[in-house]
């Protein structure tokens, strides 16, 4: 071997390590712990923290709002003003019926709909740990439980773990797009909670929306708005 040839053979692997070098630089990730007063980051593609968390908080807040008059309403009436016991709800999970997978999401909606209802005046909620042994053991899914022998059965085994419960709660995603053209369209995300009486069958139902727009970029960049 020459001397240019061995040059050449000498220099192409170190050549090669400092473009593979430059090229994972550009691509490096990188982040920061975000502090209490920062606004929470806006999805460029799907709906994120920005999206579920207004929704779950003004759902939770109009439902929980209106039950509490009522049940204040009939405690007065019926007990002569005595306290009135925190009512116990059974929450059944939310169900995605939006055009997106929403991912890690799900757990984060339920638990955030469970911490704001724990923290009420007026109820609690039963472990979800219990719920989820009550369905397994009485061999029923959620949406069974609007069949009434079902419905009977899952209260039975759900007393039985000593776990009696006043309310079913119920959460639904959907969603709406409208397209305005192949680079832009509006997505609108709707938060439906549906409670419903174990004492005399009726539901009182509450809902959020929040609108989000999308926008992709001549060069292919996904923004928001």
């Known amino acids: 071997m020459d001397r240019r040839s061995f040059l050449v053979c000498g220099l192409l692997p170190s050549s090669l390590g400092l473009l593979l070098s430059a090229v994972g630089c550009k691509n490096r990730q990188v982040a920061h712990v975000l502090d209490r007063d920062d606004q929470d980051m806006v999805g460029s593609h799907a709906a994120g923290a920005e999206t579920w968390k207004p929704l779950i908080d003004e759902s939770v807040a109009k439902l929980l709002g209106r039950q509490q008059r009522v049940l204040q309403t009939v405690s007065h009436q019926g007990a002569g003003g005595l306290p009135m016991s925190r009512k116990r709800v059974c929450f059944l999970g939310v169900e995605n019926k939006s055009v997106e997978e929403i991912g890690d999401f799900k ?62 709660l119920f959460a639904k995603i959907t969603s709406g797009t409208t397209t305005s053209n192949k680079n832009n369209y509006q997505r609108d995300y709707l938060l439906t909670l549906e409670m419903v009486n174990m004492n005399d069958g009726t539901f009182d139902k509450e809902s959020a929306m929040l609108r989000k727009g999308y926008h992709k970029s001549k060069l292919g960049i996904a923004k928001h708005y």
């Open 107 to 168: 757990e984060q909606i339920y638990e955030h709909v469970d911490t704001l209802i724990n923290h009420s005046e007026t109820f609690s909620m039963i472990s979800r740990r219990f719920v989820e042994a009550g369905l397994r053991e009485a061999h029923i899914s959620p949406n069974d439980l609007f069949v009434p022998s079902n419905q009977r059965m899952f209260t039975t085994v759900m007393e039985q773990m000593q776990q009696p419960f006043d309310y079913l």
